[in-house]
């Protein structure tokens, strides 16, 4: 069985910063990509970035690209997103998902393309 348990998450004024980790178990993490989402009140589901099994390769949401950086630690099973310059908008509750594709080169932007995912954490950004 697997889990993903997402921290970090929380309040974070408009400009600053915030980071929010995922770690896995009960199943290889590396050879996965792992992927963010968010979900506003109201609002489906979205993509906001993703990391291949390697790390070679990122993928972000327009809305986010050049604010958030996505990373991984393959040996400690971790999935990490860095939040910089946040706006109000980006308040939701993100959630860390694990592919279920075996070591996928391209980017999975579909919640469908995600087989595991964590319970989601907070984040509310204040202006």
């Known amino acids: 069985h697997v889990q993903l348990v997402e921290s970090g998450g929380g309040l974070a004024q408009a400009g600053g910063s915030l980071r929010f980790s995922c770690v896995a178990s009960?199943?290889?993490?590396?050879?996965?990509?792992v992927g963010w989402f968010r979900q506003a009140p109201g609002k489906e589901r979205e993509f906001v970035a993703a990391?291949?099994?390697?790390?070679?390769?990122?993928y972000y949401a327009d809305s986010v690209k050049g604010r958030f950086t996505i990373s991984r630690d393959n040996a400690k099973s971790t999935g990490n997103l860095q939040m910089n310059s946040p706006k109000p908008e980006d308040t939701a509750v993100y959630y860390c998902a694990l592919d279920r594709l075996y070591r996928r080169a391209v980017l999975a932007r579909r919640t469908q393309d995600y087989n595991y995912w964590g319970q989601g954490t907070q984040v509310t950004v204040s202006s």
């Open positions: 009960g199943r290889t993490f590396t050879n996965y990509l």
């Open positions: 990391i291949t099994w390697n790390g070679d390769n990122a």
